[in-house]
């Protein structure tokens, strides 16, 4: 997340004044593996964090936006009461263990594709071991977000399933896609698949861009090296804001396409769908519903990511470290 440079020229100063022989080619391929799996590591750990904590307003968000017209009646938060009179307490939590077996590699390969992509953009761009400027930090982003959204789009499908579906329906993960396959076909499981790409490439661009840029500003403006951690979760919540935002139409499409099945509609593109929305429940109040949420989840979600993904990658390379200097 922009960090990684800084931090690690303090664990490995001693090896940076050492001669490069021969018998460094071995550990420098172990510390290139070691920087993956700890970048990994660290991006389940902040996505699984991050989605727990938001869980109850991730459901009704998508609550919200797959239905059209009883919910407009209703705000978000008493959906979220009346669920709890309802279904009772966990059913808050419904659907978390599909979006905890999605979000997991999601956000491992958000993260770890991101430091590799900056390291691969920076050796282009001619900015290795030192910040990148704006474009490709934002090209950082989106590359980042667009590959892990397309090696797990179906598990957010069933994750979207299982949050508007009553319980009776579905009875676990591997229920929901035997399901869909047998009765709607493979091919529904990437349906919306067009409006997430579409979304995550300015959602992640600037999510990443805002954080990164906002740290780099901290920097030049503090002359700390680093963020504290709070100061880390504001910058982050203002990235969630931006990012989420910006990309929130396109978010709704996708919910409708993947819950066509379940919600008695029939999306086949996602200018008709769009056009449909728009038609029954107006721009504002059909594209941009449960926006008021998202302001609130967004910000909190992305904020906890970021921070635990920074945080987790300081820890581990801080055991490295130690570990190296005992031996």
């Given amino acids: ?64 936006q797959g239905e059209s017209r009883w919910l407009l009646r209703n705000a978000p938060y008493r959906l979220i009461y009346r669920t709890y009179l309802n279904e009772g307490f966990w059913s808050l939590w ?42 490709p930090r934002f090209i950082a982003g989106s590359l980042a977000g667009t590959t892990a959204a397309m090696l797990t789009y179906p598990l957010d499908m069933v994750r979207a399933r299982m949050a508007v579906t ?6 676990n993960i591997v229920h929901v896609f035997i399901r869909i396959s047998r009765e709607e076909g493979l091919k529904t499981l990437y349906r919306g698949f067009t409006p997430t790409i579409l979304g995550v490439i300015p959602y992640a661009g600037l999510s990443f861009f805002t954080y990164e840029t906002l740290k780099k500003l901290h920097a030049d403006h503090s002359g700390k090296l680093q963020p ?14 931006i990012g989420q935002s910006a990309s929130y139409p396109l978010d709704v499409v996708r919910r409708r396409m993947q819950t066509a099945g379940v ?10 769908t769009m056009q449909e929305i728009i038609r029954e429940e107006g721009l504002i109040r059909g594209l941009y519903k449960g926006l008021s949420m998202n302001w609130v989840k967004g910000p909190i979600a992305v904020g906890i990511s970021f921070t635990t993904f920074d ?16 031996r």
């Fill in 311 to 326: 945080l987790t990658q300081i820890l581990l390379r801080k055991l490295q470290h130690s570990t190296n200097v005992e």
């Fill in 94 to 135: 419904r659907g978390n263990s599909a979006t905890m077996v999605r979000v997991i590699p999601y956000a491992a390969i958000q993260f770890c594709a991101h430091e590799e992509y900056k390291q691969l953009l920076g050796s282009y761009y001619g900015f290795q071991g030192k910040a990148l400027t704006p474009f």
């Fill in 263 to 272: 919600m008695g509609h029939t999306y086949s593109s996602i200018l008709l």
């Fill in 1 to 64: 997340m922009g960090n990684g440079v800084k931090e690690g020229q303090v664990d490995f100063k001693q090896q940076d004044v050492e001669p490069v022989t021969s018998t460094h080619l071995p550990s420098e391929g172990n510390q290139e593996k070691k920087k993956v799996l700890n970048s990994l590591m660290s991006g389940a750990l902040a996505g699984a964090v991050a989605k727990t904590a938001v869980a109850p307003l991730d459901r009704t968000k998508i609550m919200f």
């Fill in 166 to 171: 009553p319980k009776e329906m579905y009875s």
């Fill in 228 to 241: 504290s951690p709070p100061e880390r979760l504001l910058f982050g919540a203002c990235a969630g804001l």
